[in-house]
């Protein structure tokens, strides 16, 4: 069966191409020959290794820009799904499917193969490749996306740093469905009456006491980061064609690490690594890396030991006003536009998706745990907590303009904003957020005349976030 493609998602990734952990970027190759078959195999490993991304052709890895050298006549049939799918089992110890998408930027089509996720156990090589008596592939390679010194990703053979990453992740894909049954059946249980029953039987440990100060921490950041994005806004002119954006409500995440790091600098090894975390759920990342953005007064500026940046993209495909900052304390602040107010599908201030809302917390917190995981911290003892906020909903109605076939019933809010609360250990799967995002916004959509959205709904959604649908 052919794995779905997210052409909007394509399209994103070639109109602005940014390499992380699970894109890898790489001027045009020729899948006849030996050096090009290699880049292609090492490549769709070391991405599913990663839980599947995407492996995009035609431009240039520091530049970014598109590279016509090599560049095929017949760019479609060069990359046929065929033919790159021949070339990736021909030497895969675990069979998996991959698609190829093709998309034009000045009017010349760039190919771009999409590995989905699911491994659940190590991709390796099975047969050696050879040129000119070069080996470029080894029986029982196995590949990795990995970060360099200075934090920058590139694909290369696995080391023991990287083993652990991925036999979590192969874990923790084959503990999804098994996962996913168990908090079904669980849901309806007092879960703190079944604790106490088993600590008594000696089955297992204390739960750890809640951490107050944490919310407290989360909350002062989202109070600093708003304060902080209003500066950047009194010193930036507003355009004509950026009033919508900044006129229309907002939402915004701190993300708050315990313990916290004390004296890291906020260096471009910082920077490299936040920004290398990208699993590309979406065309637009959280914290997103503005570095190369045209748009000099969108790209990154150094403040206060961490980093800013004021991003305001009216372009019709993107339709983004973000603000973000990174200190390397452990605190993160993100603030968005709400997309429901520059769309042509709901009139300004009237409409709040909740599929949408359920997308947008889901990526923003598995990418959360991705960058603290990427920073060292110890995956055993680390606490995480995420505060968001929602602003301008009085008046607004849950409605599902993004997919229209789903039907959503909510009142109108009365309140005009609401603050959540969620806290989550770094060791969390991404298969076990769908409790952690119906906890993060369950507060906001009873504000929708106490709406409520089941477990079963949410866990859909995050499912196919996390599987780039």
């Known amino acids: ?13 070639i109109s602005r191409p940014s390499e992380g952990l699970n894109v890898e970027i790489k001027r045009w190759i ?7 078959i290699a880049k292609i195999v090492r490549a769709a490993f070391a991405l599913r290794n990663r839980n599947g991304g995407f492996f995009v052709l035609g431009f240039d890895n520091k530049t970014l820009l598109p590279h016509p050298g090599g560049r095929p006549v017949d760019v479609r049939g060069t990359f046929h799904l065929d033919k790159i799918q021949g070339i990736v089992s021909h030497y895969a110890s675990e069979p998996f499917e991959i698609g190829v998408a093709f998309e034009p930027r000045d009017g010349f089509d760039h190919a771009v193969m999409v590995i989905p996720q699911g491994v659940t156990a190590p991709v390796a090589a099975t047969r050696r490749l050879e040129s000119a008596g070069r080996k470029l592939i080894g029986v029982g390679d196995v590949y990795a996306r990995t970060l360099r010194a200075n934090g920058t990703p590139s694909t290369a053979l696995a080391r023991p740093e990287d083993w652990r990453e991925i036999v979590d992740i192969c874990f923790e894909n084959r503990e999804a469905d098994i996962g996913r049954f168990v908090r079904r059946q669980l849901t309806a249980l007092d879960l703190g009456s079944l604790r106490t029953a088993l600590e008594a039987l000696g089955l297992g440990p204390p739960a750890p006491p809640p951490t107050p100060t944490l919310r407290d921490r989360a909350v002062a950041v989202l109070a600093d980061g708003e304060k902080r994005y209003r500066q950047a806004l009194a010193n930036r002119t507003i355009a004509e064609n950026e009033k919508q954006l900044v006129q229309a409500g907002h939402w915004a995440v701190a993300l708050i690490v315990d313990p916290p790091k004390a004296g890291e600098p906020a260096d471009r090894v910082f920077l490299n690594t936040v920004a290398s975390v990208d699993p590309s759920y979406t065309g637009w990342p959280p914290w997103i890396d503005s570095r190369g953005f045209v748009d000099e007064s969108a790209q990154p500026t150094w403040t206060s030991n961490g980093w800013e940046a004021l991003i305001i993209s009216p372009r019709a495909w993107s339709q983004h006003l973000d603000f973000w900052r990174l200190d390397p304390r452990g605190e993160f602040y993100l603030l968005r536009n709400l997309a429901d107010d520059v769309v042509d599908k709901v009139s300004p201030r009237t409409a709040l998706d909740p599929v949408l809302t359920i997308r947008q917390v889901t990526e923003v917190i598995a990418v959360g745990i991705g960058i603290i995981r990427a920073l060292k911290w110890d995956p055993n003892q ?10 301008a909903l009085t008046g607004r109605r849950l409605e599902t303009w993004v997919d229209p076939t789903l039907h959503v019933r909510g009142g109108t809010a009365r309140d005009d904003e609401v603050i959540t609360f969620v806290e989550v250990g770094l060791d969390t799967p991404a298969t076990a957020l769908a409790p952690v995002v119906d906890q993060a916004t369950q507060a906001l959509f009873l504000l929708f005349h106490g709406y409520r959205i089941s477990l079963q709904a949410i866990e859909a959604l995050v499912r196919r976030v996390l599987e780039r649908r």
Do not use: S
């Open 30 to 36: 020729d899948p006849d020959d030996a050096f090009g």
């Open 1 to 13: 069966m052919a794995i779905t493609i997210d052409q909007e998602r394509i399209r994103a990734l």
């Open 382 to 391: 680390t606490r995480l907590g995420f505060a968001f906020r929602w602003t």
